[in-house]
């Protein structure tokens, strides 16, 4: 079903002039629908750039200006915040509430056989990731699909993921952390789980999820997983094979703690 809808959309996209390092904003909460939305715009070619919309309106305005995304993704509640901020010719796009008119125009265009092109080559464009804008404007960095899936070979070829694993989307998809939590699970036949909006913060719901879904592999920031791990419910949390950290330094007492939790 994901398939199938990433490619409808995919179709739908190409149809607005979407292809090859065309880049298409995404503002949404963290759902299905966002994992759609990443999947048909790099299926029709083009590279997702992460619209967060907890940023500051100027911020956000920035960045939907400076990367020129003719198309935006949206969920229907946070139009109004959007619209507000991107050109008068700028596409915004609900696929939570859109969507039987993108099946439609899908239908007409599979009627009239125009297929999905493939043109896409390993330096093509896959995301536009802005940084954090601490030293000045945000900028907007460019990341092609043959670093990307160089990056998802090597953490398969180390990490190995198998169809019994499960993997928790749960970092923000403006740091490049969410990029192997979204594509490493699905690439290998593994599990995605996507964490509810805001969940990444609770680790009360961290502990319940992992449970729940039997996550085994997950990505902590080193001062979050020190919270997790003080929490009550932590040890329960049996599933876990993989701990991933990053983005800190990872002090060699936490990880001993963490195996011994764990």
Known sequence: ELYEKSRDLALYLQSMGVKPDSLVGVCMER?????????????AGGAYVPLDHDYPDDRLDHMVRDSGAAVVLIQEKLRGKLAALVAADTRLIALDTQWPEIRV?????????????????????????????????????MNEHRGVVNRLLWMQDAYGLG????????????????????????????????????????????????RQHHITTLHFVPSMLQVFLEHAEASQCVSLRRVVCSGEALPSALAR???ELL
């Open 31 to 43: 759902s299905p629908e966002m994992v759609a939305a990443l999947y048909g715009i790099l299926q």
């Open 105 to 141: 125009r899908v239908d007409e265009l599979k009627a009239a056989n125009v297929a999905l092109e493939q043109k896409v080559t390993p330096r093509h464009l896959a995301y536009v990731i802005y940084t954090s804008g601490s030293t000045g404007r945000p900028k907007g960095v």
């Open 163 to 210: 169809e019994d694993d499960a993997v928790l989307q749960k970092t923000p998809f403006s740091f490049d952390v969410s990029v192997w939590e979204f594509f490493w699970p699905l690439f290998n036949g593994a599990t995605l789980v996507m964490a509810q909006p805001e969940g990444h913060k609770d680790p009360a719901y961290l502990a319940g999820v992992i």
């Open 257 to 259: 703690r963490c195996a």
